[in-house]
């Protein structure tokens, strides 16, 4: 017996219990007989007004996780999902690979994270030179921008919109990520990459490839495209861009 609803796929989606942004968008991204399950990590919303406190926020995120995933697992997911960002990037490309092998192993399921999922798309493009968008503090900045080069990426410019609490992120519009995204455009940038989960920009990201003519990337969107492709699922779903259009 399967699902009645998820009878292709059972998302089991972990975000920081701040995100507003990752479960409508993976909602709006869902083709029919698949489900998202979200479990949301508690953490505060702290400030965010400088290094110290982002790597606080990553703190917590960590220490919170592990028993998320335990709920998480009581609705017997088939695939997780972690509509997380910076946790995934922070330590570099060995220690993502190794968090998603941790999780996996506890779980004995696949697991999509932003990091690889990122990577993944950027590769489909053929991008090499990149510019970035994040909400994050230089700290987030400069281990998002480590990883990427780490990966094989070039990084033409990087604008951090340094928000000042974990909610604040989905307050940022889409008139001021235009502006982010005009910022780190240039003639020498092939793609653009936006990173932070909270960010809603999954939908803009499919406008600005029309303007810019080349791929812009949101990060739910590649989260979201590569559990999907993992999952065997290879739908096109409009209206989030051309990487939802890929197979």
Partial sequence: MVDSLGWRKKFGVLVPSTNTSVQPEFDGMRPFGVT????????SNIPLNNDDD???LIELIVAAQDGALESLMSCEPD???LGISAETFWDGLQKSRELKKNIETRTKLPVTM????CVEALKLYGARRLGVVTPYQPVGDARVAGFLEESGFEIGALTG???KSP???????EAELKEAI???NSDDVDCILQVGTNLAMARLAGWAELWLNKPVIAINTAIYWNALRSAGVYEKMDGWGSLLLRH
């Fill in 161 to 163: 919109l340094k928000c």
């Fill in 79 to 81: 695939h997780i999902v």
């Fill in 36 to 43: 998202n399950h979200i479990v949301r990590i508690a953490i």
């Fill in 182 to 184: 005009i910022r780190v």
């Fill in 54 to 56: 982002f790597r606080r």
């Fill in 114 to 117: 932003g990091s690889e999922a």
């Fill in 167 to 173: 909610v604040d992120i989905a307050k940022v519009t």
